[in-house]
């Protein structure tokens, strides 16, 4: 089956186009630097996109068997460490995911034979920040920053399911790697001796490992039932102290220095959002609907994370 990918140099759409492709799918990427070749499998293929239109690729549409659209400028950037939320980089991260929605739609209307499925990327921070409530798919948007992002990503893609095109969503929780995203920027001081809870602690991280997170996005894809929003987090999401506890032990490192919330929010402004706030995200309709995780233990998580460097 072709399955075309945006999104899919980032850290998740490597590992995901790279267990797609060695199943045997035809694998396109469409991706603004097709020199961006790095850790991906050789079967994947990439095409030039601007991110904006359908020139040059639109025609791959016809045919394909699934779209996964997890396009977008990094919430945190890129690199170490994180960059701060500017009015400029917040008109880029929402309209990075706007424009990409929107030519992808105009591919799939023009498509003879049309996709079955666009697995449209989200994320957990459509809720809100909340105490230590569960919250399931059926929760009400919250009003932030984040949640504004994440309602009008959602929204950009709607207009497929008019054509006959099954669309899920993947409200996708903090996704644990070592090779980028949050895990290095919270491991770095408990490798160092000197980690330990970042303010309260009391925050909640729905976190999932990075495994759990291709192989959920996999499930989507393949499970014709499947429809509407998803939380992909791990069915046990913990508090940032216990979190925090659970990896110094994988590490065999302390964890006993607790970091002011005052220093994040320093360095980072608005963007110390995502460590210092959280909501306690469960992923009811996965486990309802059939989807086995691997990793539901954090503990077992980071020491197969820091072990095989995935």
Not at 185 to 195: D, I, N, W, Y
Request: proline letters at 5%; one cysteine or more; hydrophobic letters at 40%.
């Amino acid at each position: 089956m072709r399955v075309i990918i945006t999104g899919g140099t980032g850290l998740i759409g490597r590992a995901l186009s790279n267990g797609l492709a060695a199943d045997g799918h035809e694998v396109i990427i469409l991706s603004r630097n097709t020199n961006k070749t790095a850790g991906l499998d050789g079967r994947v293929r990439l095409e030039k996109w601007d991110g904006v239109t359908t020139t040059g690729w639109g025609g791959l549409m016809d045919g394909a068997g699934a779209v996964i659209n997890l396009v977008g400028e990094s919430i945190a950037g890129e690199g170490f460490p994180p960059s701060r939320w500017t009015p400029e980089r917040k008109e880029r991260i929402l309209q990075s995911r706007l424009r990409a929605g929107t030519a992808l739609v105009e591919a799939i209307r023009a498509a003879k034979q049309k996709p079955a499925v666009l697995v449209q990327s989200s994320a957990v921070g459509y809720y809100g920040t909340h105490g230590d409530q569960d919250i399931t798919e059926d929760h009400a948007a919250g009003n932030d920053f984040l949640a504004d992002v994440c309602k009008q990503w959602e929204a950009s893609t709607a207009e497929v399911e008019k054509m006959g095109v099954r669309r899920p969503v993947a409200r996708t929780g903090i996704v644990m790697t070592t090779k980028g995203g949050v895990l290095p920027l919270m491991s770095l001081p408990v490798k160092l001796f000197v980690g330990g809870p970042i303010g309260s602690g009391k925050q909640q991280m729905p976190w999932i490992h990075l495994h759990d997170e291709v192989a959920a996005l996999r499930w989507l894809m393949d499970t014709p039932t499947a429809t509407g929003a998803y939380n992909l987090s791990a069915p046990n999401p913990l508090s940032n102290a216990a979190l925090t506890k659970a990896m110094a032990k994988a590490l065999g490192r302390p964890a006993f220095f607790p970091t002011p919330a005052f220093a994040f929010q320093l360095a980072f402004g608005e963007l110390a959002v995502l460590l210092v706030e959280g909501q306690r995200a469960v992923p009811s309709r996965l486990l309802k609907e059939g989807f086995t995780f691997k990793y539901t233990d954090a503990e077992v998580a980071f020491r197969d994370l820091f072990s095989s460097g995935s």
